[in-house]
């Protein structure tokens, strides 16, 4: 007897977690989440969205510009193309 009230019990609290799973993907889909087609299509996204902050464009920007100018290849230079 036991035993079977345990299980009533635990079948009763997996019904409420798909309950409050479900009411969640509700609310969710409902706030306009969105499908992408790839991964990449997410990145596009999320970065149109977010806005970089100034001091990490700042850092890039000195990044960029302490970088060595790249140069032709060796054989492109002996070719003249």
């Known amino acids: 007897m036991k035993q079977n009230s345990r299980l009533n019990h635990d079948e009763a609290h997996l019904q409420g977690q798909s309950e409050t799973t479900a009411h969640s993907h ?23 969205a977010t806005p970089v902050p100034p001091q990490v464009g700042d850092r890039l920007r000195a990044s960029l510009a302490a970088d060595p100018v790249k140069t032709a290849a060796w054989w492109r230079r002996l070719l003249g193309r």
């Open 26 to 48: 509700q609310q969710s889909s409902s706030q306009g989440a969105a499908e992408f087609a790839s991964p990449e299509a997410l990145l596009r996204h999320d970065a149109a």
